[in-house]
């Protein structure tokens, strides 16, 4: 997932690795023969496993309750600012004159049971929201006290003093995320990328960070308000 994924508390922890390796095999762009690479590259209807087809709903969710702040097209402008593999080999070139606004997700994204189809020319990355979604998922498959922390999206699962921004939180049954430009910062860019220009956030904030009910709901309001630029 090229970031740091922690677990602590009851059931098998193992167990919960394997899973978040298996599904992050699947779903990264990074790998040409991922589930979500041959997706990206099909511009036709493909047969797609279950957890693919639930981020990806969850993905049309959050592009609806963001007003479309929250937008997986992005991923060709991703590109067009260098970032192309995982920042642990270092951004290549930018090319911002191929970075563009993102399509309207439910135009070009069409999912169906056990299927899904993008429009031609169209890529998408799913980044924070697959990080929120299993972060969630993985703490239910695990017990009733535990902490899943997937790259800054966490799920605290009974009672945990969690750090957020220099202080200390006791969350009980709690999703967080903090979404930040301070981070993945190369140069004057950064990887939050803007869906209405297709360039990197330019944001009156540089770190937002929510509790809510679910990690993802957190990661999905923490990009909304960071790319809107307004405090809620």
Not at 3 to 24: H, K, M, N, P, Q
Not at 59 to 66: D, H, I, K, P, Q
Request: charged share 20%.
């Amino acid at each position: 997932m090229g970031t740091t994924c922690s677990l602590f508390g009851d059931g098998d922890l193992a167990a919960g690795e394997r899973w978040v390796r298996r599904i992050a095999t699947r779903i990264t762009r990074f790998d040409e023969s991922s589930e979500l690479s041959r997706l990206n590259t099909a511009a036709a209807w493909v047969d797609i496993s279950a957890e693919l087809e639930q981020l990806l709903r969850a993905s049309l969710r959050a592009f609806e309750t963001s007003g479309g702040l929250v937008n997986i097209a992005v991923l060709p402008s991703m590109l067009a600012i260098g970032y192309t593999r995982s920042l642990a080999h270092g951004p290549t070139a930018p090319h911002l004159d191929q970075a563009h606004s993102a399509p309207s997700l439910p135009d070009v994204l069409k999912v169906a049971c056990g299927r899904a189809r993008l429009a031609p020319n169209v890529r998408i990355d799913l980044g924070g929201i697959a990080k929120g979604w299993m972060a969630d998922r993985l703490a239910a498959r695990l017990g009733d006290h535990v902490l899943v922390n997937l790259g800054g999206d966490l799920y605290a699962r009974g009672e945990w003093p969690v750090a957020i921004a220099g202080e200390t939180y006791l969350l009980r049954n709690l999703g967080a995320a903090t979404s930040s430009t301070r981070q993945r910062l190369w140069g004057d860019l950064h990887h939050l990328i803007d869906p209405r220009t297709g360039l990197p956030a330019a944001s009156l904030l540089d770190e937002v960070s929510v509790v809510a009910e679910t990690a993802l709901d957190a990661e999905v309001l923490a990009k909304t308000v960071l790319i809107s630029g307004r405090a809620a």
